[in-house]
């Protein structure tokens, strides 16, 4: 059965490339999918289902788990190869700016890449493989899948660095929204798993603006405005390259891992490298996603707290395989920085 097709478009550059990303870049299913389960998962399932939310994500994206189940949740897009790309470098994406330090690291090596150009447009079909259920109803289930499809295109995207504000999209004007983002919210167990700011200008002309705003601001909450933070994390890094014990807590694991460290101008040749886990492997994703919005205004820049994911209450960071606890203090400070304001879902 076929539930809906809906047109979005990119609002910005779209770093989405394959097995080639010097040479092509694609929409790609398994992408939208993950991103839908993501969001799905975070927000902890729909409201009108009684089940838990992994197992209403079981018999909606299906399982390969205990007992192994096939999608009902069915994606397709019209003309993939229709999407024309370009090939961009770091300048071209923003690096070229005058504040280039709050740049995201990747786009300063200046390497060209294919990506999507912003205002291209994209229709997506969903249909749903075999009865109903999970769903009592039909119409549940249709609108169930529709609040889903505007939370991911409002607040998600799709490619590299689409925490960072790339790969934003919007409906397109042919294709308008099914549900605004608060109603939206509303059909979920958990909308509070999630905090939506917005930085305090009132819009911007254009979704560059909007996104070089957002690294701006965050580049200089992070590592100048907190900045005690910043040299209290330099400091533990400094204690154990010299094989001392630290005996604080450290911030800005909470914000994201790895993190490594650089002392060579006081003579210390090695790394220090933070990871989440005492081999020195994995990662922790930010909580903090930086994305532009289009409004009916203009542009707003966004800043949504993924608070169903932060840095867990009592874990440790490993420094060059030495547990050391985590405080939440520097990422509740920019989360109530004062350049930020509640955003209203207009």
């Known amino acids: 059965m076929i539930l809906n097709k809906y047109k979005i478009e990119f609002i910005t550059p779209c770093i989405c490339g394959g097995a080639e990303p010097e040479e092509r870049a694609e929409i790609r299913i398994p992408s939208i999918r993950g991103q839908l389960r993501w969001w799905f998962r975070v927000l902890g399932g729909f409201k009108i289902l009684s089940e838990d ?98 939370i991911w295109v409002s607040l998600g995207g799709l490619g590299f660095m689409s925490r960072k504000g790339f790969g934003a999209l919007t409906f397109s004007r042919e294709s308008y929204p099914p549900h605004d983002l608060k109603t939206a919210l509303s059909f979920f167990k958990h909308p509070e798993n999630i905090l939506i700011k917005k930085l305090n200008n009132d819009t911007f002309t254009d979704s560059n603006s909007a996104r070089v705003s957002l690294w701006k601001w965050y580049k200089t909450t992070r590592a100048y405005k907190y900045k005690e933070y910043i040299k209290n994390d330099r400091e533990a890094g400094l204690a154990i390259a010299n094989n001392n014990k630290w005996e604080g807590k450290v911030y800005r694991p909470a914000l994201g891992l790895p993190i490594i460290q650089h002392f060579s101008k006081r003579n210390i040749k090695n790394n220090i490298n933070w990871y989440p886990r005492p081999d020195s492997k994995g990662r922790f994703a930010s909580p903090i996603l930086l994305r532009p919005f289009k409004s009916i205004k203009g542009y707003l820049a966004l800043v949504i707290f993924i608070e169903a994911l932060k840095w867990p209450e009592n874990k440790k960071v490993y420094i060059n395989s030495i547990g050391t606890e985590v405080s939440l203090d520097l990422y509740n400070k920019i989360k109530n920085d004062s350049q930020l304001s509640e955003f209203n879902f207009l």
Do not use: C
Request: no cysteine; hydrophobic share 35%.
């Open 53 to 150: 939310v992994r197992e209403q994500e079981d018999m909606i994206f299906g399982s390969t788990t205990n007992n192994p189940s096939a999608s009902k949740l069915i994606l397709r897009l019209s003309s993939p190869s229709n999407i024309l790309s370009e090939k961009m470098n770091g300048t071209d994406l923003g690096a070229d700016r005058a504040y280039r330090a709050s740049v995201p690291f990747p786009l300063r090596q200046q390497k060209d890449r294919r990506v999507i150009k912003k205002n291209t447009a994209f229709e997506l079909s969903i249909f749903w493989k075999g009865r109903k259920e999970p769903f009592q109803k039909t119409d549940e289930l249709k609108e169930s899948i529709d609040v889903l499809i505007s």
